[in-house]
């Protein structure tokens, strides 16, 4: 069973906004670094934005960075993705992961895909011009 769900997705006209949730299902949630990551058709996977395990660090791709924000919630196990000011090139599926505890800076890490131990199924976002 998948530990992670992601919902919020949807379709959105350029310029407006989506909240993406992911809920984590085990116990414990605080022991995960987390991150977003996002794939179009056709494209390779790129990640998007990144978050320790307290919250507060954040890391975020270039693209995106003053347009999304991620927190996360422990006491409700869910991680969020804000997506504020949605382009076109924004429209992939957006997937949540989880990073356990180990070796190597999380910071110098988070776009790794390869670092996380747990992937979501994804939430479509579709953003028209």
């Known amino acids: 069973q998948v530990p992670l769900v992601e919902s919020g997705g949807g379709l959105v006209q350029a310029g407006g906004s989506l909240r993406l949730s992911c809920v984590y299902s085990?116990?414990?949630?605080?022991?995960?670094?987390m991150g977003w990551f996002r794939q179009a058709p056709g494209k390779e996977r790129e990640p998007v934005a990144a978050?320790?395990?307290?919250?507060?660090?954040?890391y975020y791709a270039d693209s995106v960075r003053g347009r999304f924000t991620i927190s996360r919630d422990n006491a409700k196990n869910t991680l969020y993705l804000q997506m504020n000011s949605l382009k076109p090139e924004d429209t992939a599926g957006y997937y949540c992961?989880?990073?356990?505890?180990?070796?190597?800076?999380?910071?110098?890490?988070?776009?790794?895909?390869?670092?996380?131990?747990?992937w979501g199924q994804g939430t479509q976002v579709t953003v028209s011009s």
């Open positions: 978050i320790s395990r307290s919250g507060d660090n954040t």
């Open positions: 992961a989880a990073r356990g505890r180990r070796l190597g800076s999380f910071g110098l890490n988070w776009r790794r895909w390869g670092e996380y131990d747990y």
């Open positions: 085990g116990r414990t949630f605080s022991s995960y670094a």
